[in-house]
């Protein structure tokens, strides 16, 4: 068992992990699927978030007292979070350049841009999950953002599988616009790279983000993942980023849809904790102590993400010995079903005529 799902508020946890997995799943789709979609959600709607963090921001240090209460400002305060949001969102708008062709999104040498800006995203949780395990090890201690956290071995573990990912992204070089003009293909990046990213990710978050990671490490995960497997094959990448930075911004204005504060306060019968709170409260925690805790399920699920990222690496590493193929400037799994089928979705030509242009 993962997570306390299981008592009087479980028809609430599951019901509203369906409703957030699901309005995932519609937004991205609008988002891919129409370029006034992408522009709205990506461009429009954070200029708009981005004037209003500055302003809670700038009212907060002139002591306003609405700013000092607001919710962005005293529970999103980290700068995880803001990382993670704008780190997403240039990968957005760096995905439609390319699908759309726009500006220096059809040059030959941006095909390496979503390689660089996923490696950055994992970065900035790699840099989480030691800073973690540096505050905390083995006992509580308290974020910035009223969050109770745990470290130990599992940040560890997981942040050397995260650095391990990076490596397990192949074909840089190969990323298309698609035949229909909606998606981003990156044939390469088949269900191999999307399950062990899915797993070292979900371990993140519930080392991490462990009051979030029911939605965020659950929901959040799935939600591009469905849509990878069943229709949009090559496009998982900017399904992933589409429904992070979507969900980054939502959670960023409204954390306490899903947040526990460290006193055990929850606003809504759906905010779940995982079973590193033993009891399914937070009751005994204190800075420095390691009362309630069991880290357990973050040490299994940790040691699994290191598992599968390296078995992923040694399968890169072996096919290169064998093809004399360079995994990253070439690609490494053209044999695979998926990645055939990705790959009959991209428009190369296309592609290759607006790099000429």
Request: charged content about 5%.
């Given at each position: 068992m993962l997570f306390h799902v299981y008592g009087s508020n479980a028809l609430f946890q599951w019901g509203m992990l369906l409703i957030v997995l699901l309005a995932l799943i519609g937004l991205n789709e609008f988002e891919r699927r129409t370029k006034n979609g992408?522009?709205?959600?990506?461009?429009?709607?954070?200029?708009?978030?981005?004037?209003?963090?500055?302003i809670v921001g700038l009212c907060a240090m002139l002591g306003m007292k609405w700013a000092l209460n607001n919710q962005t400002y005293v529970y999103m305060n980290g700068w995880f979070h803001y990382a993670?949001?704008?780190?997403?969102?240039?990968?957005?708008?760096?995905f439609m350049m390319i699908k759309y062709g726009w500006g220096i999104g059809k040059k030959h040498w941006f095909k390496v841009f979503p390689f660089a800006i996923v490696a950055i995203n994992i970065l900035i949780a790699v840099a989480s999950d030691f800073e973690s395990a540096i505050n905390g090890w083995y006992v509580w201690w308290l974020s910035s953002e009223d969050v109770w956290?745990?470290?130990?071995?599992?940040?560890?573990?997981?942040?050397?599988a995260g650095i391990i990912n990076i490596f397990c992204m192949t074909g840089w070089w190969h990323v298309y616009t698609s035949k229909d003009g909606t998606d981003m293909i990156w044939p390469d990046m088949i269900w191999v790279y999307i399950l062990v990213y899915d797993v070292w990710n979900f371990a993140y978050t519930y080392n991490c983000l462990p009051t979030h990671t029911w939605f965020c490490g659950v929901a959040l995960l799935l939600a591009p993942t469905i849509a990878a497997l069943l229709w949009n094959k090559g496009g998982w990448i900017q399904n992933r980023a589409n429904t992070l930075c979507t969900w980054c911004m939502f959670a960023q204005v409204f954390p306490l849809f899903q947040e526990t504060l460290s006193n055990g306060k929850?606003?809504?019968?759906?905010?779940?904790?995982?079973?590193?709170?033993?009891?399914?409260t937070l009751n005994g925690i204190v800075a420095g102590g390691s009362a309630n805790a069991n880290p357990t399920m973050m040490t299994i699920i940790s040691a699994l993400a290191l598992l599968v990222n390296i078995i992923a690496l040694v399968y890169i590493i072996k096919k290169w010995k064998e093809t004399k193929v360079n995994p990253y400037t070439g690609e490494a799994f053209t044999n695979f079903k998926y990645y055939k089928q990705s790959l009959e979705r991209a428009d190369v030509e296309k592609t290759l005529e607006m790099e000429k242009s």
């Open positions: 992408g522009i709205f959600m990506f461009v429009i709607v954070p200029s708009v978030l981005t004037v209003y963090f500055i993670k949001l704008y780190a997403s969102l240039a990968g957005c708008i760096g956290l745990y470290g130990g071995w599992h940040n560890i573990m997981n942040g050397i929850s606003f809504f019968p759906w905010a779940t904790l995982p079973v590193l709170y033993q009891d399914g």
